[in-house]
């Protein structure tokens, strides 16, 4: 059909009167309109389905097919059916117009012809022709933009009745949409959801960004979070709702996979850094340098390696050592530590887990042993695992291959393992808590971490390196350490080691008010009846918690900020913070972060 707006429009006239035709094309023609002649039934059938004009005049009374047939026949074929007819004819029972009306015409010319009328009667319905030919096209957009966008789109009366489902909607919520048109909205929203709704609906805001946290219910009824928008517009005097929704449950569980993925990529460095911070063993005491040639020794070999030693000696920086010096230095070292995590995960943090191993499990995992593969994995406080573990790790150390939790496929795995403990495992095996194979197994090359008391000649170099490091850190210049304070620092038995020195000398310098190194009544030789082993554990929590209260304190409890404490600690607020809930430091009531 000819479009109005860009050409003349074609209206083909159907008359078996010449006269009639000749009056007619003169007034159509005189007014701009292209004009086609058909002087039959059968002849204007052919000629609208060819020529598709955009409004047709048609004669009722004619030979062989009248008016009313051939009006029934166009409105029969597809192609022509959507083409507006105006009857003329000089009958002027109202039956007859009913009839022609019934049949699909839009309007009636009454003969003999009025310029005018006919004018403005053709003018009137080519218009509303093309307003409708407008109209079909935006809604065919707007259907075409709604079935193919990717969001969830569904709107809704002033009743809570779905009145619109699209094709996203449908794949988001699990049902067709003939399933939930004309049913109550509410069936898809989770309570809280629904009341959002419904207080939206009470008020008058005409756009809603919905707050973070929503759910919506499947068609199981299964919750899942969403992000969403509501919006209302008015349709005959009713509110009339949209609301767009999108599905987050995979994108939630993408970040958290991610998150968690650049966690361990960043664990290492952020725990050496925050629980040892320091990037290499000070010293030159005999004891050191021993260490430092078994290092050099086993570094390039594939062996297990067994680092024992008190607590604070820096077992992880001699791991650490031995990976950094070996072939394997291009690949990652992961650590686990077996005393920080519970029993029941410490399978899935070593060997990961499929999804839907156990409650929680909603994604699959990935184990130490999957990260470390081709590097070299450090298991710290080995001694702490679980007996039904210590065969499964025994298994991979000898076989190289483990299973998931709760998978079935057998994995293999190139890993150099490097074991570290302050725990006589020895005794262990004797008392039945760990398997001696397994000890045998990684006692394969043993080096023992000397404690600071043995080796009290790189304790001068020892402070100095943390007065340094911690005095540029605060923006602090100490040049001066007195020999009385040096003095005080080789004669205590430091049984918290040198991750108790470290503390120790932070401490001092956050106090210090000048370019000489102060220092306080805070070193305490253990009683003798506590016993060695739990003195060291006890003094080394004691020392921390009243180093970090101190920081605190200096810092008016501010935790993160350029000037909070976790910046004087040189540590992250976040391990500040995990620090503090350790040691039960709470802040004090009134207190703030920067």
Request: glycine share 8%.
């Amino acid at each position: 059909m000819t479009d109005i707006a860009q050409s003349a429009p074609a209206v083909l006239m159907v008359d078996d009167t010449p006269a009639n035709l000749g009056v007619l094309y003169e007034v159509l023609s005189a007014a701009g309109y292209s004009v086609l002649v058909a002087e039959d039934g059968e002849s204007a059938l052919e000629r609208a389905a060819y020529a598709q004009p955009d409004l047709i005049l048609l004669d009722v009374m004619m030979p062989g097919i009248d008016g009313f047939e051939t009006c029934r026949r166009l409105k029969e074929q597809p192609e022509t059916q959507a083409i507006p007819i105006i009857f003329m004819s000089a009958l002027s029972d109202t039956v007859d117009k009913i009839r022609g009306l019934q049949l699909g015409a839009v309007d009636y010319i009454t003969k003999p012809f009025q310029h005018e009328e006919v004018l403005a009667r053709v003018h009137t319905h080519l218009t509303l022709q093309q307003l409708k030919r407008t109209l079909a096209e935006r809604e065919a957009r707007l259907s075409a933009l709604v079935t193919s966008a990717m969001d969830a789109i569904l709107t809704f009366d002033a009743d809570g009745l779905i009145t619109l489902f699209n094709p996203a909607a449908e794949a988001m919520f699990g049902c067709n949409a003939a399933e939930v048109l004309g049913q109550p909205l509410d069936t898809l929203l989770a309570a809280p959801l629904r009341q959002v709704v419904h207080d939206y609906q009470r008020q008058s805001e005409a756009r809603l960004w919905l707050p973070e946290g929503l759910q919506a219910l499947r068609g199981n009824g299964q919750p899942f979070p969403i992000e969403a928008t509501l919006s209302r517009t008015l349709v005959t005097g009713q509110p009339f709702y949209t609301m767009i929704l999108r599905d987050i449950e995979a994108r939630q569980q993408a970040e958290a996979e991610f998150n968690r993925l650049h966690g361990l990529n960043l664990y290492l460095r952020d725990e050496i850094q925050a629980e040892h911070d320091f990037e290499e063993m000070i010293g030159a005491s005999t004891a050191l340098r021993a260490v430092l040639q078994e290092v050099e020794a086993v570094a390039g070999t594939q062996a297990t390696v067994l680092i024992t030693g008190e607590t604070g000696t820096g077992k992880e920086l001699i791991a650490r050592a031995i990976h950094n010096r070996s072939t394997r230095q291009a690949k990652p070292l992961i650590k686990l530590n077996c005393a920080a995590i519970a029993a029941s995960l410490a399978e899935s943090e070593l060997f990961g887990h499929e999804k839907g191993a156990f409650t929680g499990a909603l994604t699959r995992k990935i184990g130490r042993f999957e990260l470390a593969n081709g590097g070299t994995l450090f298991l710290d406080e080995v001694g702490e695992l679980p007996l039904d573990l210590q065969a499964k790790l025994l298994r991979v150390l000898q076989e190289g291959e483990f299973e998931r939790v709760g998978g079935s496929q057998t994995l293999k795995t190139d890993v150099r393992v490097i074991a570290a403990t302050n725990r006589d495992l020895a005794q262990r095996c004797r008392e039945g808590q760990f398997r001696a194979d397994l000890y045998y197994r990684l006692n394969v090359f043993p080096v023992e971490s000397p404690a600071l008391r043995s080796r009290r000649e790189d304790i001068p170099l020892l402070v100095r390196h943390f007065v340094q490091k911690y005095a540029a850190s605060l923006g602090k210049s100490i040049d001066t350490v007195p020999l009385a304070t040096l003095a005080r620092l080789q004669a205590y038995s430091w049984p918290g080691n040198v991750r108790e020195l470290q503390h120790v000398i932070e401490r001092a310098v956050i106090i210090s008010r000048s370019s000489t190194l102060e220092f306080g009544d805070w070193l305490r030789e253990p009683t003798a009846e506590a016993g060695p082993g739990k003195v060291s554990v006890l003094t080394l929590e004691e020392m921390e918690y009243e180093h970090i209260l101190k920081a605190l304190e200096t810092t008016s409890w501010r935790v993160s900020g350029e000037h909070g404490a976790a910046r004087l600690l040189g540590l992250k607020p976040t391990t500040l913070e995990a620090r503090m809930k350790k040691l039960g430091i709470e802040r004090k009531r009134g207190g703030f972060e920067a």
